[in-house]
């Protein structure tokens, strides 16, 4: 991974200079050039095959645009030198340092070249090449390419961000989250990629999963064999989650979505290991090693093989361990706070016994009820909370928060998880530390709407789709509260939601799809009842939501997968099911609440220059 400037020609090394070591770099074009004549063996693995199929196969990919700046990302894998030489896939360490040059211009031809320079690659960071490139213009589209021992890139399609000092533009951007491989085809993606009019992707966690193909496997049995993770274990180590994230990187439909668009990104528990908080992860075990060794290995393999930009790590702003917490904004539209809430949480509440991973009975036991509302435990690190707020404060018409796991306070009906008469909570959501969360709503609702905005909050993690108001204090079943917000919680793009999760159960195994869905519905009916800020829940389908900001309103639009039939029992499946439009809701200016909306967004009011 490299991480150099883009202000050529002060800061990187422009095509026509000769600051490049010329004699290092001639004899290393030339070898490597001398290689690529030679026929490459194919390699049929998932992860490694691109590797195989010349220098830029794992694609081309871009993220966190602000109105000068965005990065630019590859993996350029360095051609073998002789016919019998093993091919440098992800995680090897092997390959020779190559020169990769880029290229960003205004035009799919690029007769309008407005930055350029060369970097070097080698196995220190796999090989993967990230460039922050500066100096750009506003609200402004963008094409991309890498050169590299005679071998071009794709070219890649990337935009700066609308922040104008007195200009409003249009934003509008696609919700994503937990895309797990064995869970079925990247369908999803391939939707997104089809798309003109998003000016990015918000991915708010659970990119890649650590599971293996074994007893551990997560997702349908008729994809095993078929879709399958590599490594082939439980990723624990560096080599594995390099080849993990090169697993993604080498679908198809990832590989366009990326190309297509500029990606907005933070990681969740599964970038490392299921239920991860500060110290450990409910996924992890003595027997793998130091956690904290663990945690740090699966976050370079993360920044290597992201277009993440990190932000300043100097205490300007209050942190604890790495920062990776920061704010994009969109001229007085809005802005977009990415919090992260993973490397400094407290340990969840458990309650041994319970059979949904994660949750635990509410109101029977005082001192379960104490350990979830104790002022003690955090989500996000003080710190961190205290700048989300402080965000919250800002002249804009709209806060948007990129979270990873629920804000909303949902409680389970006990019946649905086979414990009738007691309720229930995710602990590992917001629900979990309430303390946290109290803080910021009472916050986020004391704030005028006239004059800070109103609050948004973006979620994935639950693998389902919810609408709800953020109540700052609410009884169960009851209508009356004030609310500090709305959020929008996107499905999973493959991962397991409600429905496979009770055809799971022992109620429900072997039940046809069609009594599955029905039972899947009353439980979200008798959810609804306890939490009436709820407007909205589906946990049958997956697909993803686009998000719509305008002054007046902020849209979600719900693209879901067919309901499973006994003729199509899951969508997943099939790689030519492709999520379609299915619902919408909004929250007006001023009102902190949502509502139906009356069909999917129209044409944007503008769009980029150049686009």
Known sequence: ????????????????????????????????????????????????????????????????????????????????????????TPGSGLGAPIPVRWQVARDTRFTRVVKHGTVMTSPDTDHTVKVDVTGLDPYTRYYYRFQSLGEFSATGRTQTAGDVPGETHALRLALVSCSNYTGGYFT??????????????????????????????????SLAGVRDSQPETETIDLTGYRLRHALHKADPDLQAAHRQHPWITIFDDHEVANNAWAAGAGNHQGSEGDYLARREQAMQAYLEWMPFRLPDQSQSTPHRGTRFFRRFTFGDLGDLSIVETRQNRSLQVTVPGVPFDGFVPVGLNPAIDGAIAHPGRHLPEPEQLEWIKDGLEADRRWHLLGN????????????????????????????????????????????????????????????????????????????????????????????????????????????????????????????????????????????????????????????????????????????????????????????????????????????????
């Not at 005028?448 to 108001?469: E, K, M, Q, R, W």
């Not at 799809?513 to 609804?528: K, M, N, W």
């Not at 009436?532 to 998000?547: E, T």
């Open 1 to 88: 991974m490299t991480h150099p400037s883009a202000d050529t020609p002060a800061n990187a090394t422009p095509l026509t200079s000769a600051a490049l070591d010329r004699r290092s770099l001639l004899k290393g074009v030339a070898a490597a050039s001398a290689a690529l004549a030679l026929p490459r063996a194919f390699d049929p693995v998932a992860a490694a095959a691109p590797a195989s199929k010349g220098i830029f196969g794992y694609g081309v990919a871009s993220g966190d645009p602000t109105a000068d700046a965005v990065v630019i990302w590859t993996r350029a894998t360095p051609p073998t030198r002789h016919k019998d030489d093993p091919v440098a």
């Open 188 to 221: 999803a993606y391939r939707a997104l990629a089809e798309r003109d009019d998003l000016d990015f992707v918000l991915h708010v966690g659970d990119y890649i999963y650590e599971y293996g193909n074994g007893a551990d496997r997560y997702g349908p049995a």
């Open 404 to 611: 990873q796991v629920m804000v909303t306070p949902v409680l389970y009906p006990g019946a649905a998880l086979g414990a009738p008469g007691l309720t229930f909570v995710n602990a590992d959501q917001w629900d979990g530390y309430t303390a946290d969360r109290t803080n910021l709503l009472t916050h986020a609702a004391a704030q005028p709407s006239a004059d800070s905005g109103d609050v948004v909050v973006l979620t994935g993690d639950i693998h389902a789709s919810f609408v709800g108001d953020l109540p700052v204090a609410a009884t169960p079943g009851s209508p009356s509260y004030t609310s500090a917000g709305v959020e929008f919680v996107c499905p999973s793009v493959t991962s397991d939601g409600f429905v496979e999760v009770l055809a799971g159960t022992a109620q429900l195994a072997g039940q046809p799809p069609e009594v599955v869905v029905g039972a899947t519905r009353q439980a979200i009916g008798a959810a609804q009842q306890l939490n009436p800020w709820l407007r909205y829940i589906d946990g049958i389908s997956h697909g993803y939501a686009v998000i719509d900001v305008t002054p007046e309103r902020v849209q979600a639009d719900y693209h879901h997968t067919p309901v499973p039939t006994s003729a199509r029992p899951d969508p997943r499946t099939d790689s030519s099911v492709v999520p379609t439009y299915a619902r919408s809701f909004q929250t007006l200016a001023g009102s902190r609440r949502a509502t139906p909306a009356s069909g999917p967004v129209g044409p944007r009011s503008d769009r980029p220059r150049g686009g």
